[in-house]
């Protein structure tokens, strides 16, 4: 079984502050991708990583995926209340079928 | 172009009994994929579907079961209900094998008493 673990599992920090979050695994994934979900909806995809030591920026987001191609990480710079939510991470192995991280909760206070 | 829908929205069922979630999948989309997701935790993969057929599963009992039409929408079976299965079901639709993006629809809150 694949297992991606994130941390930190929870996050709370103030509206204007930076953060990291972390998706590590022992195995090696062809493809990395970040998701965010709200309560009682799916996960949305954020961005998909594929090669090693890749870096994608979207806005305030950085993601960067692993030499290795077995971690990932995900920057905020100026989080925002908006920003509020689970933070998945999912490798993807050939086949398509797609392993989720234990998920980050990250909150904003204004 | 639709994305994926998920039906019904919510469900309530008593414990021993059998359900049917349904999922329309992406327009163009032809391989998908079911995820229970409990509370507060990553989605668990089930398994998938490519072209009417199962295409990978996760560490499930053989009571979840599913089904893909010809038109690439998919159905999840779960018979003999437990306390354990209360929780969010997620489907996914990709447009073909190999690491493509995967959409989520926004899932069925399934409550198991």
């Known amino acids: 079984t694949q297992l991606l673990e994130q941390s930190p599992q929870f996050l709370s920090i103030q509206e204007g502050e930076n953060l990291t979050v972390y998706c590590n695994s022992s195995s090696v994934f062809s493809s990395l991708q970040w998701y965010r979900q709200e309560p009682g909806e799916g996960p949305v995809l954020l961005v998909t990583?594929?090669?090693?030591?890749e870096v994608k920026k979207l806005k305030r987001l950085t993601f960067q995926f692993g030499d290795a191609r077995k971690d990932s990480s995900l920057h905020i710079t100026a989080a925002q209340p908006g920003d509020t939510g689970l933070y998945l991470c999912a490798g993807a192995e050939p086949g398509n079928q797609f392993y989720f991280g234990t998920g980050t909760s990250l909150t904003v206070i204004p | 172009e639709t994305g994926v829908t998920q039906s019904p929205t919510h469900l309530i069922k008593t414990r021993g009994q059998q359900v049917t979630l349904r999922c329309s999948s992406q327009s163009g989309h032809n391989t998908v994929s079911w995820y229970q997701q409990a509370l507060g935790q990553g989605p668990q993969f089930i398994f998938q579907?490519?072209?009417?057929?199962?295409?990978g599963r996760g560490n499930f009992p053989p009571r979840f079961s599913g089904l893909q039409f010809p038109n690439y929408s998919s159905e999840l079976n779960v018979n003999a209900l437990e306390l354990d299965d209360s929780a969010l079901y997620l489907c996914?639709?990709?447009?073909?094998?190999?690491?493509?993006?995967?959409?989520f629809g926004p899932g069925t809150r399934l409550l198991v008493l």
């Open positions: 996914a639709s990709s447009p073909r094998l190999a690491g493509e993006t995967q959409y």
């Open positions: 990583v594929v090669t090693g030591g």
């Open positions: 579907y490519y072209r009417e057929e199962e295409n």
